[in-house]
């Protein structure tokens, strides 16, 4: 069993949808909660980060941390077509290793 | 501030063939990584480099070498290309402290004929 489940997709919603994202993960030592954003043929940025449990909104984006289900979820509402992309879930003990989700790909239908 | 830069873009090289992957990163950033991903398999780490002077194997470290030159630059050596190797190579970096997160480059694509 990998340490990070992420549905690969591809998703497919249209314009202005809100856009569910999810991501499960194994190991309860897990503190620190990443979302990464990649486009075709670029290095992954970072979009989102948490520690622990709960919430954290940031714009159109919503990164959700439910600890006792193991499960990581983001929202993005008012989807545009720019969103178009792979999003990468990731997790951490806090320290140097980040375990990666194989990420979800997403496309906005103008 | 340029981030994260790789060199190259792109490569091409045969079986057996060798090549450096060359990483800087402008940031002062402690820490450096190296992954390869791979259709279906993410992001998967080679080696990193939690500071200077230090390195540590990853998930797939076999076939693989690295440098941490300096602070700036942390490098990732071929050997003897495989076609197994064939991927796109990403270098991260991090500043350092539980509460921070890595920053990409924009990848080498390579490919091992």
């Known amino acids: 069993q990998k340490e990070v489940e992420q549905d690969p ?8 949808a809100i856009v569910s994202l999810n991501c499960t993960y ?4 897990f503190q620190y909660f990443m979302w ?17 449990s709960g919430n954290k909104e940031d714009g159109r984006f919503t990164a959700q941390v439910d600890k006792s289900s193991k499960y990581i979820s ?15 879930c990731a997790t951490s003990k806090g320290t140097y290793k980040y375990i990666f989700g194989t990420g979800t790909r997403l496309k906005v239908l103008a | 501030n340029a981030g994260v830069t790789q060199t190259p873009k792109f490569q091409v090289l045969k079986t057996g063939q060798s ?10 950033h402690n820490s450096m990584y190296w992954y390869r ?18 390195t540590d194997k990853g998930e797939v470290p076999n076939g693989y070498n690295v440098s941490r030159l300096n602070k700036r630059e942390f490098s990732l050596r071929l050997e003897s290309a495989a076609p197994s190797q064939t991927s796109v190579y990403f270098c991260a970096s991090r500043k350092g402290g539980s509460t921070d997160t890595q920053y990409f480059g924009p990848g080498t694509r390579l490919t091992v004929l």
Do not use: H
């Open chain 2, 19 to 28: 090549m450096t992957l060359q990483c800087a990163q402008d940031m002062n």
């Open chain 1, 36 to 52: 990464y954003r990649q486009y075709s043929r670029k290095g992954p940025e970072l979009l989102m980060y948490t520690y622990s």
């Open chain 1, 9 to 16: 997709g591809p998703l497919s919603v249209p314009e202005g």
């Open chain 1, 74 to 88: 983001l929202f993005i509402r008012d989807s545009q077509p720019s969103d178009s992309a792979t999003y990468l």
């Open chain 2, 37 to 54: 991903q791979d259709p279906g398999m993410g992001l998967r780490l080679i080696y990193y480099s939690a500071s200077e002077g230090t």
């Open chain 1, 26 to 29: 194994s190991n309860s030592a």
